[in-house]
């Protein structure tokens, strides 16, 4: 069987999928993608063994966790790539692609997915991977007493339903016998394996490096896994994860030498390390988006006529130009361009103060003042929207507050927030975002008619046949939702010139996927 597996490659009827198939491509032809980058080949030479690979992160969490389904900050899912593999990983087009699976498969309307793993396969203890594992991790990710806050984007996995077909082989099936679409990329997210006695305090997993030391809020350190899946891989001995408070430190410990890898860097960044030969700049297109979130569960935005004004009072080129530096694209307040179902046929929408005037007149917010609040990294973003929303007659105040902060409690509280999110399909998307059953739904969205049409979708196998539903549900979002979605960021990442196997890719794992990186010369 062809383990190629790709999410558009999920055709409709009893299939196996299979194959690298692009829905609507005819053979041999590139679906089109907005802003295609090509991966330019990067002269690092053929990859050695050996060496420390160093990885800085910035991470606001003293506390810090290994666990492999409770990943709350950006350093503890950075830290599981390095530990943990799942059934499925991304690829460089954002698609699931197999992993620890080597075969998946759905029935015709899928109702019930079965997957069947590699030959061979090993935890960092030694113990074979198995299909009892399998549905252990399952269960626990999607355990109410863990508490998973990613346990949601699985809602609809029946828990009490996956079998064991054999040592190898698992099918899961899903409550009241409705089918799941979107089940790889939203078990690909959070989703790893681990061994049926797992201990997070104590982490054994299945990734290309084994924890040596970890101290929370300071660094981590990781040895080679030999018996990783991927034969050959990973390449060098070690991997240290270093944890920065801010920006400012993590960069200059990168030009010192202290580290070699920086992810996710800040735009403003990029013109000073341009100037360093010791460090390159790897860009990376992505769908990864950028938002002022509306809270519809609050005045002033529960009038359809004030989130329209504030969507066509933005300003997204100067915003593209100004908080990402140039380094994005114009976005349409829909999420998931890349989803073979996206409806491209909706029109941008322009900017338009005086008509966001005119409606605010209408709905008697003239002169309206509110709070924006802003996260990390959301600052200069809001900024710049604060000066846009004058123009309109609008006072922003822009609240900065840190990480903990804003993800804390009061996240689903804030009347309008700064968002962003990575790419994913649009099924799967919805479920973090503004779903009837979401992770994390800010804006508190809730309209009969898109829940109905989602509640079909992900029932739906057929590509074509689902692309109908989701265009009516963009529709509405489009029209009634309370994402302001006004750009996609690049993901740009700093590396040492010491440091080869970072290319560029539509995602922004480029510098997590460590079983790729090696260190050009060890001392």
Partial sequence: ??????????????????????????????????????????????????????????????????????????GSIIRGFAVYSKLWEWDAEMNWSPALAEETEANADATTWTVRLRQGLEFHNGKTITADDVIFSARRLTDPALGSPWAALLFTLDRERIDKVDERTVRFHFKDGKGFVPFPDTFTNFGAVVPVDYDPARPVGAGPYKLKEFTPGRRSLFTRFENYFKDGRPYADELEIIDFQDEASRIAALQAGQISLANGIGADQVRLLQGDPRVRVVVSETSNWQSFDLNLSKEPFRDERVREAFRLLTDRQELVDRALSGHGRLANDLYSPQDPTFDRSIPQRPHDVERARALLKEAGRENLQIELVSGEGGDAAALVFAAQAKKAGITVTVKKVDAATFNGPRRLDWTMSTGGLLTESFLSSALHLDAPVSAANKTHFSDPRFTELFEQAVTQPDTARRAELVHEMQRIQHAKGGMVIWGFNNALDAVSTGVGGVTSEHTQFATWRFEKLWVKETT
Avoid: W, Y
């Fill in 1 to 74: 069987m062809n383990s190629q597996i790709t999410r558009r490659g999920f055709l409709g009827g009893a299939v196996l999928l299979g194959g690298a198939a692009l829905v609507g491509c005819a053979p041999g032809q590139e679906a089109a993608r907005p802003g295609t980058i090509q991966q330019a080949a990067v002269a690092d030479g053929a990859p050695r063994r050996g060496g420390r690979l160093r990885l800085g992160v910035v991470d606001g969490d003293r506390a810090g966790t290994l666990d492999a389904h409770k990943p709350l900050t950006i």
